[in-house]
């Protein structure tokens, strides 16, 4: 029994030093003082300030920060996380409820470092690749977020559930996962690659979205190999032909970006969000630099599965689908119309392994994309109240395999699923 006591007793005695430990670094971390950005970078000047509203577009600032419909950067935007909601913080001038008195210091230490004055910040704010922007940058940055005008509205961004909601836990994430350095530019590739490298894993933060998380909310190493949040899929972003963009042409990818339509896609969800606020504003340029960055880039090694035979009963399904309630606007070869209705045909959009955005869309619909470029959007209705499980299902799986794709049944269940998870509508026929 003794010797039970005396093992017992050394556990807790680790346990112990091993919190006070982590308490003591999470203490210094919370606490650290970062080399100083000079002050010469700083001058208020109208340029600079220019220069900072350029640089809040290319890091889609206002997507986050900003509720639909309500004051530019107020906060409030609720981002769903599988730890539960987090709520984007209020960076407008208000000295209470915004960052009003922030100093520059201040600033930086949140945008590049993930200290905020309330303590660490959760990764939902992607300090993990805004810390690779430059000090000039974030010098115009705050110089721009200094003339947002005052927003007085409180927000209450944790809302998470224990142990979550300790933001001292993120000691430990930042120490597995987070790399506080500055931009270093791949050796040998051109100053347009570099560029793109730059906007793409600094402000454009295209790693959050486009690369799968582990169970802690960290990157998995396949890099910008697509990845799912918040019922909607992110594609491949590499060369894969099948996946990826290995099919997309450099002038597809600009006016994806630029206009949110290319012949192959349409933006939705999030990447809506992306295109309306950030990318349609970024110069031609840094347009042609990001296409540059992903054209190089590795390409996946995903699978091509051997397309479902059109004989398959749920194909057969899938067309009669297709016939009476897509044809109209795909039209019946998947050509879609230009610009405007995406192509089904080669799709690597529609080859994805996991249907969630496709779902996502048929279900409860999509906006189209309005921008400078592309000023009259078509929509896509919703389907949730029209449809069963069974024919939603069919449909999806006789797309992802007609006029070229290939990729896995999606079934009744996962439709089911999919449909509990987003809220949708339950089908009238019932």
Known sequence: MSKFKTVAAAVIGCAIIGGVG???FAQYGEHKSFPAIKAGLLTGDTAQVQRGQYVAAAGDCAA????????TYAGGYALQTPFGT???????????TGIGGWSLEQFDKAVRHGVGNHGYLYPAMPYNAYTKMSDQ??????AYIKTVPAVKQKVVENELPFPFNQRMLLAGWNLLFFKDERFAAIPGVSPLVSRGDYLVNGPGHCAACHTAKNLLGGDVAETFQGGTLQGWHAPDLTPNPHTGLGKWKAEDIVSYLKTGTSRQAAAAGPMLEAVENSTQYLTDDDLHAITAYLQQ???SKAAVPVA??????QMV????VFESQCEACHTSSGAGVRQMIPELRNNAQVNVKDPSSLLNVVLKGADGPITAGNPTGAGMPRFDWKLA????????????NSWGNSASKVTAEQVKASRAELGAKAWLGR
């Open 64 to 71: 986050c920060h900003t509720v639909p419909g309500g004051q």
């Open 317 to 320: 399904q899938g067309r009669l």
């Open 22 to 24: 982590f308490i003591a």
């Open 389 to 400: 499980d069974e024919d939603i299902a069919a449909v999806q799986t006789y797309i992802r």
């Open 137 to 142: 940058d974030i010098a115009d940055l705050y």
């Open 308 to 313: 479902v035979q059109s004989t398959d009963p």
């Open 297 to 299: 880039l590795p390409a």
């Open 86 to 96: 987090i709520k984007a913080s209020n960076i407008t001038q208000d000295a209470d």
